[in-house]
């Protein structure tokens, strides 16, 4: 009997430099037991490293950082390299648009930290938009290009409210799926429980990378509740 086989998909919280320590423990209870579970949805926290561990213990979470070195472990002060969070987390955010904009990360230097956290057995979430896909998926062969994840970001979309129109979302995604064998596009930009089946739904993407709205527990769940909905139906 033909069985069709359901689609991973992935809600991944980027909450960038945001929350204190106390603020972390009220989400973790906040959400704990909360939200419901299925094999066919991820979930990912990306918190900032100090509050890795406070999250270490939740069940049916998976963590990521938000950002990796582009130099193995050794004297480079202040940096966290690859293999000094394997183990730990499974995924991390490359490449973000503001670490673009704010600390000058180049297309070639988010192609080192690939390959250091590709090397360290950890998916890399790739940030891209528009303007820079082709040339930031360019830099990469085809089996590393197999083992990444894409967030397409608009920057406009991010933190605006703004959220982009997905049915250009849905195009563009599939572009890059034709162009490049990623193993999936995540929309990223505004999204909230109010949105985020609109973008889960569509055909081209596999999942949402949500800033703000994920540092709220009661969002978190619900957003969490409605991507395991979809992830009955989605093939
Ligand atoms: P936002 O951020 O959901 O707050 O727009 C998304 C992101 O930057 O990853």
């Not at 960038?16 to 979930?43: C, D, L, Y």
Request: hydrophobic share 40%; net charge negative; proline share 4%.
């Amino acid at each position: 009997m033909l069985q069709s086989i359901n689609i991973m998909i992935y809600i991944i919280g980027n909450w960038k430099s945001n929350k204190i320590r106390a603020e972390v423990q009220h989400w973790v209870s906040a959400v704990s037991g909360k939200f419901p579970t299925s094999p066919s949805v991820t979930m990912i926290v990306c918190p900032s490293y100090v509050h890795l561990s406070l999250l270490e213990k939740m069940n049916n979470l998976q963590l990521g950082v938000q950002t990796l070195s582009a130099f193995p472990q050794g004297a480079y002060t202040g940096a966290i390299s690859a293999s000094q969070v394997k183990g730990i987390v499974s995924y991390a955010i490359l490449g973000h648009s503001e670490r673009r904009e704010y600390f000058e990360e180049t297309d070639q230097i988010v192609a080192q930290q690939i390959r250091q956290t590709l090397e360290a057995g950890i998916t890399p979430v790739i940030g891209v938009h528009q303007d820079n896909y082709f040339s930031q998926l360019s830099q990469l062969d085809t089996k590393e290009l197999s083992q990444c994840l894409v967030m397409y970001e608009p920057p406009e979309a991010i933190g605006s409210g703004e959220a982009a129109d997905p049915v250009e979302i849905n195009i563009i995604a599939q572009k890059i799926k034709e162009d490049f064998n990623i193993k999936a596009v995540l929309y990223g930009g505004s999204v909230t429980s109010a949105n985020i089946t609109s973008y889960l739904a569509l055909k081209s993407v596999s999942g949402a990378v949500v800033g703000s709205a994920s540092l709220k527990p009661e969002e978190w769940i619900k957003m969490v509740e409605a991507a395991v909905l979809l992830s009955a139906t989605k093939v």
